[in-house]
């Protein structure tokens, strides 16, 4: 699964997300999420199913912590993790009205992880960038 919807404008940034699985110890996913839910690059290999699973699982995740930081005044939302007990589940702003999600081994360095995800956002942040549909939210550019 590569972009969802791809105009001869955009560039193809699927070969970013493998770097970061091939380059990141014990990642297994990676995919770039619009904050409505749209799956807009994926790790090579992820079934379409899954991708669209986990980009609607991403921005609902997202949203919770959003729901979070505005009632009891936490601020923006940089980074959300759970901890279960096969896998880590991270999402991160990547760009604007863009989110990052990541799939680890429950043994990976969360802090390794989520450090190399901050990276990646400063570096291709602006390229993941999502234009703003009517009627969704929109989230701050990366604040990194």
Known sequence: MTE????????????VLDEFKRD??????VIAV?????????NTGLP???NERLAAITSGFHSLAQGIGAHFAGGVVRQ???????LLFF??????????????A????????GYEMTLLARRVGD??????????????????
């Open 4 to 15: 969802i919807y791809p105009t001869p404008s955009t560039p193809n940034l699927t070969w």
């Open 48 to 50: 379409l199913a899954d």
């Open 34 to 42: 619009s904050i409505d839910g749209i799956s807009t690059y994926a």
């Open 106 to 113: 429950p043994h990976a360095d969360a802090g390794i992880v």
């Open 91 to 104: 999402v991160a702003a990547a760009g604007r009205n863009t989110l990052l999600a990541v799939l680890a």
């Open 127 to 144: 390229y993941f960038a999502t234009a703003s549909r009517v009627g969704s939210h929109r989230i701050d550019d990366f604040a990194g």
């Open 80 to 86: 959300v993790v759970a901890e279960l007990d096969n």
């Open 24 to 29: 990141t110890p014990d990642v297994h996913t």
